[in-house]
Nanobody
Framework: QLQLVESGGGLVQPGGSLRLSCAAS????????IGWFRQAPGKEREGVSC????????DYTDSVKGRFTISRDNAKNTVYLEMNSLKPEDTAVYYC???????????WGQGTQVTLSS
């Protein structure tokens, strides 16, 4: 089974930056599209960004466009989410999700907390 471990979360001031990492182990990420999701207290989990298996196609929810950048390094079996110009509404637990339509499998990480506080 694919194991996903997120890291890089923390406490940051508005306007600050963080880089989240989603590191995979046990299996290669080569066949998986990766999505970053987040869930704020009392709210439903929402999709933030996604990247296809090769890294050639990305997408973002409107609220993070121009501020967040998703990327992947398949050699390191890791996907990143660079988050800039952070806002209080970005506070949430961030999860990565790997999905393979070819293999018909998907996996979730355990999440990493991002908190904006002045």
């Amino acid at each position: 089974q694919l194991q996903l471990v997120e890291s890089g979360g923390g406490l940051v001031q508005p306007g600050g930056s963080l880089r989240l990492s989603c590191a995979a182990s046990r299996l290669t990420l080569d066949y998986y599209a990766i999505g970053w999701f987040r869930q704020a207290p009392g709210k439903e989990r929402e999709g933030v960004s996604c990247i296809n298996y090769s890294g050639g196609s990305t997408d973002y929810t409107d609220s993070v466009k121009g501020r967040f950048t998703i990327s992947r390094d398949n050699a390191k079996n890791t996907v990143y989410l660079e988050m800039n110009s952070l806002k209080p509404e970005d506070t949430a637990v961030y999860y990565c999700h790997a999905e393979s339509l070819l293999l018909k499998t998907d996996y979730w990480g355990q999440g990493t907390q991002v908190t904006l506080s002045s």
